[in-house]
């Protein structure tokens, strides 16, 4: 079965860090580019960041550029989101999702800034 | 960076209508287009990419039209499970972007 699994979601202050992970399974992880997207409560979906298949080209958009840098480890399957001087817009529900036009999704991992 | 605009915002329908939703893009993005659905709670799901392409195991009362800069959604007829909000994306550009979202409501 094709797989995302999204971890490392928590509470943090402002100006805090934070590293998620999306483990993958049943599909060969580094064939396929990556991205995560997040949703901030009642709110619609926003792209944050892509990877190519072999972690070589990385993009942001403006709201995260020079604070979160993605990457990956295809000798273990594993996509990653380091997030720097977290804001409190950056509260939401972090998504994985596999390829550009997103077929697979993770559950989703949330997020919280706050004091 | 590219803009995308969908239209409307909230759709009120009764099951049985047929329901179109509308994306406009800011700038001609060819057929790079993918509309989802998403319950509350869940994940997004993909229905349609490459504009008009049914993604596997959708139900074939969904179709996608358009190229360039408008791209159209369409449900035949609405089915209780169809209750849901919808959300177009473009990926012309690496920097990919999504609709606001239309919110379809009981009526």
């Known amino acids: 079965e094709v797989q995302l699994l999204e971890s490392g979601g928590d509470l943090v202050q402002p100006g805090g860090s934070l590293r998620l992970s999306c483990a993958a399974s049943?599909?060969?992880?580094?064939?396929?580019?990556m991205t995560w997207v997040r949703q901030a409560p009642g709110k619609g979906l926003e792209w944050v960041s892509g990877i190519s298949d072999t972690g070589a080209s990385t993009y942001y958009s403006d709201s995260v550029k020079g604070r979160f840098t993605i990457s990956r480890d295809n000798s273990k399957n594993t996509l990653y989101l380091q997030m720097n001087s977290l804001r409190a817009a950056d509260t939401a529900v972090y998504y994985c999702?596999?390829?550009?036009?997103?077929?697979?999704w993770g559950q989703g991992t949330m997020v919280i800034v706050s004091s | 960076d590219i803009q995308m605009t969908q239209s409307p915002s909230t759709l009120s329908a009764s099951v049985g209508d047929r329901v179109t939703i509308t994306c406009r893009a800011s700038?001609?993005?060819?057929?790079?287009l993918a509309w989802y659905q998403q319950k509350p709670g869940k994940a997004p799901k993909l229905l349609i990419y490459k504009a008009s392409r049914l993604e596997s195991g959708v139900p074939s009362r969904f179709s996608g039209s358009g190229s360039g800069t408008e791209f159209t959604l369409t449900i035949s007829s609405l089915q209780p499970d169809d209750f849901a909000t919808y959300y177009c994306?473009?990926?012309?550009?690496?920097?990919?972007?999504f609709g606001g979202g239309t919110k379809v409501e009981i009526k």
């Open positions: 700038q001609s993005i060819s057929d790079w």
């Open positions: 994306q473009q990926y012309n550009s690496y920097l990919v972007s």
């Open positions: 049943g599909f060969i992880f580094s064939s396929y580019a």
């Open positions: 999702a596999k390829g550009v036009a997103f077929d697979v």
